[in-house]
């Protein structure tokens, strides 16, 4: 662009992007190519990125929704939102070779409810229906032994058979406050309700809304890189909003729209989890072709998680 560029601060937020399941979980993807050869299947979105999902496909990986999907013989990876019991079951019934991706905080709030529906408990389970998460925690237990809550209004309105015998569990990408006005409505209305642990929201999850609270005061306008289909991502819009500031998902710098930055001074810029840092970058450089931009970092916490990739995989 030519002429005079006019002043922007941009303020970025940390952490922002990849958080330590989606590192694990396209690394999987990556080291499977390595040890079998391309093709390696890939039941679902590996994480919600499309720009993930297109560089692993120029790898070697292939995308399918279902396991009948996948050819006889051919090694597949299950995606880090994590997969009902019946899948891994269906996969080994056929003999295939799979590799579960499923992010272990997400697998340890599976084992949570098998624990707490063995005990004998009906669990509230809190998240967004429909979601592959959802779905997948909902298929470690006998149906009707989980209900689903989403909101407050479902929380006043939710009817258990058995009141007194109640535990509850979260999805792991939800708005800390949203989940948090929730799970006071059900501690009052259910007060014997057992709660594993305060909430099932992942450090990552919680960290990236702690620092877009502190970056969106600051700004006239938030930027989220993520995808439509991305919870945790969607989260950070909704969080910088309720902070007071008008905030747009966009999953690539082509996305922008320049009419948002009428009469802005700063714009906070930050990623999901499932984002790519290059893409961060890549919005800074097209937000540059416009403003003289000024980069600031803020960092509210530094993450230090990294997870264990499955056995067999490490050395490959
Ligand atoms: C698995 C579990 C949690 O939609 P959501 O935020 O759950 O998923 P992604 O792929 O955008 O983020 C990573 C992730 C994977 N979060
Ligand atoms: Fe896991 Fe949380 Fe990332 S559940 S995949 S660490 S957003």
Redesign the pocket.
């Given at each position: 662009m030519s002429g005079i560029r006019p002043p922007l601060d941009l303020l970025i937020a940390a952490p922002r992007g990849f958080?330590?399941?989606?590192d694990?979980?396209i690394r999987i993807v990556e080291l499977a190519i390595g040890k079998y050869g391309a093709p390696v299947y890939v039941r679902h979105e590996i994480?919600h990125n499309k720009f993930v999902v297109d560089s692993l496909k120029a790898k070697g990986a292939i995308f399918v929704d279902e396991l009948d999907q996948v050819p006889d013989g051919a090694p597949v990876v299950f995606s880090?939102?994590g997969v009902p019991k019946a899948i891994p079951a269906k996969a080994a019934e056929r003999g295939l070779d799979y590799l579960d991706a499923t992010?272990?905080?997400?697998s340890k709030v599976h084992r949570q409810a098998e624990r707490l529906v063995a005990s004998g408990k009906h669990i509230l389970f809190i998240g967004h229906a429909g979601h592959p998460?959802v779905i997948g925690t909902f298929g470690q237990v006998p149906e009707g032994a989980m209900t689903l809550v989403e909101t407050v209004e479902d929380a006043e309105a939710v009817a258990p058979a058995d009141p007194a015998n109640l535990a509850f569990l979260t999805q792991?990408?939800l708005s800390v406050d949203d989940t948090a006005a929730v799970l006071g409505v059900l501690k009052r209305r259910f007060p014997a309700i057992l709660a594993p642990g305060p909430d099932d929201i992942?450090?990552?999850?919680s960290n990236r809304q702690s620092a877009v609270k502190a970056i969106a005061p600051l700004v006239d306008l938030v930027l989220v890189i993520g995808a439509p289909n991305s919870s945790?991502s969607l989260r950070l819009v909704e969080v910088a909003e309720r902070n007071g500031t008008p905030a747009y998902l966009v999953q690539r710098g082509d996305d922008l729209d320049f009419a948002w930055f009428a009469g802005a001074r700063s714009v906070g810029i930050t990623a999901g989890?499932?984002a790519p840092e290059l893409l961060v970058r890549e919005l800074v450089d097209r937000i540059a072709e416009h403003f003289e931009v000024s980069e600031r970092e803020v960092e509210t916490v530094a993450e230090q998680?990294v997870?264990k990739l499955p056995r067999g995989l490490e050395a490959a």
């Open positions: 958080c330590a399941g989606v694990r979980a994480v880090a939102h992010c272990p905080l997400v998460e792991t990408t992942c450090y990552a999850t945790n989890a499932s998680v997870f």
